[in-house]
C-alpha cells in the first residue's frame, strides 16, 4: 500500500519514443492532454470529498463505496480513465524483447498458443463498440480472460484484475491509422512488454 500520497499521479514513462508504431504526436496528445485530464479531475473530485489517499487508486476502484454516492458517477469515468492509462502506457515498451518463459507457459495452458492468443485479442479488440479498451485479466481462480469493456470501465469493477491492456479509443491511434484500427491492433501488440505483463500477474496471484 502507498501511504502518505497527496494525489494520484500519472506513471512515468520508461520511453521516450514509440514511433513508428504510435507516433509522436498520438503519444505525446495521449499521454500529456487524455491522460493528464482523467488524473487531474479524479483528484479534484476526490479533493472536494475531502478524500485522504490513504488507499491505492485500486483499493479506491475495488471498495468505490467509500466515495459518496452524489460524485460516485464521475469519480468512477475519471477513476478508470486514470487507471487504464496507467496500465497501457505501463504495458508498451521501445525495446524488442522475447517473451518470458512463464508467461509463454500461461499464456499456452490458457489459450493454447501465442499466435492464437493474439489472434483471440486482436479480433476481440475489432469488436469494441463505440469507445473501450481490450483487456487480458486475472479472474477469481487466477485464470486468464480476454474481455472488452466500455468507455472508460475498469475490469477492477467487474471483478477482475487488469494485467495488460489495448486502448481502442480513437484518439489512440486516428492521428496515423485513422479508421484502420485493425492494423493499429497488429502494430502495438508487437510492443507489448511482456515482462511487465508477466510481473502483473504474478504480483496478483498466489503461487
Ligand atoms: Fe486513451
Known sequence: MVINL????????DYQSL??????RTLNLHYNVHYQNYTDKLNNLLKKNNYDYQNSAIYLAQNIDIVPLED?????????GYLNHSLYFYNLTDKKKDM??????????????????????????????GSGYTFLVI????????INTSNQDTP???????????????HAYYLKYTYNRPEYLENIFDIIDFDKVYHL???NTKQ
Request: negative net charge; hydrophobic residues 35%; aromatic residues 14%.
Open 6 to 13: 497527496t494525489e494520484y499521479k500519472k506513471i512515468p514513462l
Open 19 to 24: 514511433e513508428p508504431i504510435i507516433d509522436n
Open 72 to 80: 460516485r458517477d464521475e469519480i468512477l469515468y475519471n477513476l478508470g
Open 100 to 129: 518470458p518463459e512463464g508467461m509463454q507457459e500461461l499464456i499456452n495452458k490458457n489459450f493454447g498458443s501465442l499466435s492464437n492468443f493474439r489472434k483471440e485479442f486482436i479480433n476481440m479488440a475489432k469488436e469494441v463498440k
Open 139 to 146: 479472474d477469481k481462480d487466477n485464470n486468464l480472460k480476454i
Open 156 to 170: 477492477y469493477y467487474y471483478g477482475f484484475i487488469p494485467i495488460m491492456t489495448i486502448d481502442v479509443w480513437e
Open 201 to 203: 500477474y504474478l504480483n
